[in-house]
Nanobody
Framework: QVQLVESGGGLVQPGGSLRLSCRTS????????VGWYRQAPGPERELVAT???????NYGDSVKGRFTISRDNAKNTVYLQMNSLKPEDTAIYYC?????????WGQGTQVTVSS
């Protein structure tokens, strides 16, 4: 069974930075794409960023220019560098990995942006 293990969440002040990591239990190149979604209180889970096997990236409009997704295939890990954080970035961040239409989710890591 595929597992995704996230780390790197926490509390940060507005304008600060955090880096999230997500390690996959199988070869990361097996996935069509990997990435991050987030969920603030409420029913909707929002796209943050994804990166596909060809290194093409896709970002949600609210994080463009502030967040950067990258991957280290040798470590089976995807990263999310978050800069210029805002209070509205506060959410649980979930790692996601997709093979065709099958999605696997991590357990989530809390990011809180507050002074």
């Amino acid at each position: 069974q595929v597992q995704l293990v996230e780390s790197g969440g926490g509390l940060v002040q507005p304008g600060g930075s955090l880096r999230l990591s997500c390690r996959t239990s199988i070869n990361i190149l097996e996935f069509n794409d990997v990435g991050w979604y987030r969920q603030a209180p409420g029913p909707e889970r929002e796209l943050v960023a994804t990166i596909n096997v060809g290194e093409k990236t896709n970002y949600g409009d609210s994080v463009k220019g502030r967040f950067t997704i990258s991957r280290d295939n040798a470590k089976n890990t995807v990263y999310l560098q978050m800069n210029s954080l805002k209070p509205e970035d506060t959410a649980i961040y979930y790692c996601n990995a997709r093979i065709l239409r099958r999605h696997t989710w991590g357990q989530g890591t809390q990011v809180t942006v507050s002074s």
